[in-house]
């Protein structure tokens, strides 16, 4: 089935691309929201995110709800024909909460109790939390569950974000019963966790405990379980205020604000319970190239979690954030690429942190859409171009991406992998990152997809550092070689089962007949003890991160290492099985290295990048509409690059209303929307 438009899925959502950002009007008078509401809709702002943090305000003390200013604040907006995605309030409880609860505040691994006094001070797994955010989200959804501008429900905030565990005793106690659910018999529990080993044994349930601090090293499959099990507690948060707002509202459409990568919370899994993903980006514009990749890595994701279906960026900066050691200001034009490569990415919103910059708390020296400055500055200017260009883009909302390539994502395995005590230190989002790179280089579109995720229409499978692994996961990566698809299949991977213990017989393991190598050891590669490949024709490379010591077993050798023991033994290979093929990269290539064998193994599989001549840098997207194809070119440098538009010579750019030329020298941070009738219906 296609993904469906966020319009058919949210149904009283604004015409055309969604625009604005976190409004937060409880930290300023009543005769400033007038103003605010004026300069937002000469901004074009068509949507806020209204009382994220306003627990304290809608409820200063125990069910004594104040929701006066929150009627008239959202009365003002909807007669300015600004909607709104109201939040559930629950991300920073009220004072009163942690005096008459003082259990409801999470406690660190070595029995810390965190205080009040900041946000996100809460137990996931507490009951008075979870029980007082219930309520205030019920009477809530009496309020303005049918109000016709609250259009989406804001669910909590970045969840699993500066608090994502928690060691008390009511997290001591619902560990305990969920494994209990997940092993039925503490001899299962035994096996699992491999306690024969160190004298771990239990003999009794109330000896198991928490991964709090200890001497040395945790038990893996232990401390992987926790993980599993806080993300569900975390989940559980927003699944609870789901229900909460549906109890009363039962139409109402969720989303919840995921943090990039965030590692404490599966998002697979969080967003399986929202009606829409919405991402906060905040890359650093002190690394453009870097920074624009890693928002294309997360604009992937997010356009995948929902089946491809157009994710919205609820935050992002205008300019500066205030929350690194030091912050880089966004340059004239940056935030403007940025947020169009959203676009051409599969976003149909882009909004902000935060409306308008705060006077007073944590956040005074965090950029706005609105500036301290007011509206005569820099930031708000771009601000309303943005609005405007965003106007002139409306028609592509709902059109889709269409990719041929995926990348497998997965949070387990990435628990797994990045536990203590392995050959060296893995750090997962960074070798995803490494290996996508070279595709948004050569403008491939790359869909991310989960173990056991149905493949379908991908020729090419990228699985880097795929260290865990089950049968079914085997089984089903061979069978979509068998099928005719490219595997690449990373270092490190299919060593594990999902609770820690290694397959025996030689790694990758499960896979080793899909491969057709054996891994024996794997050595470190270091600057002391650098490493390179070297490819038939004599190109070498150097390499980082690990060199495995491998044996072919039928594979055929595309590049061998050049140092160390096993110097002229296998490093990258690759197999022929089925109708398909299954490579294995036994290190981490550097980009030129990673560029050669990506290029090799796409144009093997016939997937080709754009036919748009432009370099690295330049953002190459395409977005499939009903009637039309529109092609985003966005310049990430800091500096002019050139572009030939070949077979887009001609065509209408949205942003200009003028034809594109043959080719030019793209000024710095320069975006063009292109668009030309749709070339196939099937793409549809
Ligand atoms: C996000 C958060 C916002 C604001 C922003 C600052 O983490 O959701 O409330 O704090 O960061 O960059």
């Given at each position: 089935?296609?993904?469906?438009?966020?319009?058919?899925?949210?149904?009283?959502?604004?015409?055309?691309?969604?625009?604005?950002?976190?409004?937060?009007?409880?930290?300023?008078?009543?005769?400033?929201?007038?103003?605010?509401?004026?300069?937002?809709?000469r901004a074009g702002v068509n949507l806020v995110s209204l009382a994220v943090f306003s627990w304290a305000k809608l409820e200063p003390s125990p069910e004594q709800f104040e929701f006066g200013w929150l009627d008239r604040i959202i009365e003002r907006l909807a007669a300015g024909h600004i909607s709104i995605c109201l939040a559930t309030a629950t991300a920073s409880p009220p004072a009163w909460l942690?005096?008459?609860?003082?259990?409801?505040?999470?406690?660190?691994?070595?029995?810390?109790?965190?205080?009040?006094?900041?946000?996100?001070?809460?137990?996931?797994?507490?009951?008075?939390?979870?029980?007082?955010?219930?309520?205030?989200?019920?009477?809530?959804?009496?309020?303005?569950?049918?109000?016709?501008?609250?259009?989406?429900?804001?669910?909590?905030?970045?969840?699993?974000?500066?608090?994502?565990?928690?060691?008390?005793?009511?997290?001591?106690?619902?560990?305990?019963?969920?494994?209990?659910?997940?092993?039925?018999?503490?001899?299962?529990?035994?096996?699992?966790?491999?306690?024969?080993?160190?004298?771990?044994?239990?003999?009794?349930?109330?000896?198991?405990?928490?991964?709090?601090?200890?001497?040395?090293?945790?038990?893996?499959?232990?401390?992987?379980?926790?993980?599993?099990?806080?993300?569900?507690?975390?989940?559980?948060?927003?699944?609870?205020?789901?229900?909460?707002?549906?109890?009363?509202?039962?139409?109402?459409?969720?989303?919840?604000?995921?943090?990039?990568?965030?590692?404490?919370?599966?998002?697979?899994?969080?967003?399986?319970?929202?009606?829409?993903?919405?991402?906060?980006?905040?890359?650093?514009?002190?690394?453009?190239?870097?920074?624009?990749?890693?928002?294309?890595?997360?604009?992937?994701?997010?356009?995948?979690?929902?089946?491809?279906?157009?994710?919205?960026?609820?935050?992002?900066?205008?300019?500066?954030?205030?929350?690194?050691?030091?912050?880089?200001?966004?340059?004239?034009?940056?935030?403007?690429?940025?947020?169009?490569?959203?676009?051409?990415?599969?976003?149909?919103?882009?909004?902000?942190?935060?409306?308008?910059?705060?006077?007073?708390?944590?956040?005074?020296?965090?950029?706005?859409?609105?500036?301290?400055?007011?509206?005569?500055?820099?930031?708000?200017?771009?601000?309303?171009?943005?609005?405007?260009?965003?106007?002139?883009?409306?028609?592509?909302?709902?059109?889709?991406?269409?990719?041929?390539?995926?990348?497998?994502?997965?949070?387990?395995?990435?628990?797994?992998?990045?536990?203590?005590?392995?050959?060296?230190?893995?750090?997962?989002?960074?070798?995803?990152?490494?290996?996508?790179?070279?595709?948004?280089?050569?403008?491939?579109?790359?869909?991310?997809?989960?173990?056991?995720?149905?493949?379908?229409?991908?020729?090419?499978?990228?699985?880097?550092?795929?260290?865990?692994?089950?049968?079914?996961?085997?089984?089903?990566?061979?069978?979509?070689?068998?099928?005719?698809?490219?595997?690449?299949?990373?270092?490190?991977?299919?060593?594990?089962?999902?609770?820690?213990?290694?397959?025996?017989?030689?790694?990758?393991?499960?896979?080793?007949?899909?491969?057709?190598?054996?891994?024996?050891?794997?050595?470190?590669?270091?600057?002391e003890h650098p490493n390179h490949v070297r490819f038939r024709d004599g190109f070498e490379s150097a390499v980082g991160l690990l060199a495995e010591v491998i044996h072919a077993r039928g594979a055929e050798v595309i590049a061998t290492f050049t140092e160390d023991f096993f110097a002229g033994g296998p490093a990258i290979t690759r197999n022929k099985v089925g109708r398909g093929t299954a490579w294995?990269?036994?290190?981490?290539?550097?980009?030129?290295?990673?560029?050669?064998?990506?290029?090799?193994?796409?144009?093997?599989?016939?997937?080709?990048?754009?036919?748009?001549?432009?370099?690295?840098?330049?953002?190459?997207?395409?977005?499939?509409?009903?009637?039309?194809?529109?092609?985003?070119?966005?310049?990430?440098?800091?500096?002019?690059?050139?572009?030939?538009?070949?077979?887009w010579a001609g065509c209408h750019d949205l942003l200009t209303g003028a034809p594109c030329p043959a080719d030019e020298m793209m000024p710095a941070y320069g975006v063009r929307v292109l668009t030309k009738p749709s070339l196939s219906k099937e793409l549809q």
């Open positions: 089935m296609l993904p469906q438009p966020l319009a058919k899925v949210i149904p009283r959502l604004p015409q055309g691309l969604l625009y604005g950002g976190d409004y937060n009007p409880e930290q300023w008078d009543e005769a400033t929201w007038e103003e605010d509401i004026e300069l937002m809709r942690a005096r008459l609860h003082p259990e409801s505040l999470p406690e660190t691994s070595d029995g810390v109790r965190l205080s009040h006094g900041s946000r996100q001070h809460y137990c996931p797994n507490s009951v008075a939390y979870r029980e007082a955010s219930a309520r205030l989200i019920r009477e809530l959804a009496r309020r303005y569950g049918r109000h016709p501008s609250v259009v989406l429900w804001h669910i909590n905030n970045e969840i699993g974000c500066h608090l994502s565990t928690c060691y008390c005793a009511t997290c001591e106690a619902g560990f305990r019963q969920w494994l209990r659910d997940r092993y039925r018999s503490l001899d299962a529990l035994n096996a699992a966790w491999g306690t024969a080993f160190w004298s771990q044994y239990y003999a009794a349930w109330e000896d198991v405990s928490l991964p709090r601090a200890m001497p040395y090293t945790h038990n893996p499959a232990q401390a992987l379980d926790y993980r599993r099990f806080m993300s569900q507690a975390l989940t559980g948060v927003l699944t609870e205020e789901i229900a909460a707002v549906r109890d009363i509202a039962p139409d109402a459409r969720v989303t919840t604000n995921g943090v990039l990568w965030i590692k404490p919370v599966d998002l697979w899994e969080c967003f399986r319970h929202c009606d829409v993903a919405s991402l906060d980006c905040y890359p650093d514009p002190a690394n453009p190239l870097d920074a624009a990749h890693e928002a294309a890595v997360c604009h992937d994701l997010y356009r995948s979690f929902k089946g491809g279906q157009p994710f919205i960026l609820m935050e992002q900066v205008t300019s500066q954030v205030n929350w690194r050691p030091v912050n880089r200001i966004k340059p004239p034009g940056q935030m403007r690429a940025w947020s169009l490569a959203t676009v051409g990415r599969g976003g149909d919103g882009v909004m902000f942190f935060q409306w308008r910059a705060s006077r007073a708390g944590a956040e005074k020296f965090h950029a706005a859409m609105l500036p301290h400055t007011g509206p005569d500055s820099r930031v708000f200017r771009e601000v309303c171009e943005l609005g405007a260009d965003l106007r002139r883009l409306a028609r592509v909302v709902g059109a889709r991406t269409r990719a041929r390539v995926a990348m497998m994502v997965s949070w387990p395995n990435r628990w797994a992998l990045e536990l203590e005590a392995k050959p060296t230190t893995f750090a997962y989002e960074g070798i995803v990152h490494a290996w996508h790179r070279p595709l948004w280089d050569a403008h491939i579109a790359v869909d991310m997809v989960e173990p056991g995720a149905d493949l379908t229409g991908y020729d090419v499978l990228f699985a880097p550092a795929l260290y865990q692994l089950t049968q079914q996961q085997a089984d089903g990566l061979r069978a979509f070689v068998q099928k005719g698809g490219t595997l690449v299949l990373g270092y490190f991977s299919g060593i594990v089962n999902e609770s820690e213990h290694v397959w025996i017989g030689g790694y990758p393991g499960l896979l080793l007949d899909l491969v057709g190598v054996t891994v024996e050891e794997w050595q470190p590669v270091t600057d294995y990269i036994g290190t981490q290539p550097g980009p030129d290295g990673l560029r050669r064998v990506w290029d090799e193994l796409l144009s093997h599989a016939g997937v080709q990048g754009l036919e748009v001549s432009a370099g690295p840098g330049i953002q190459l997207d395409l977005r499939h509409g009903q009637d039309d194809t529109y092609l985003f070119v966005v310049n990430h440098h800091d500096a002019e690059a050139s572009i030939d538009y070949r077979d």
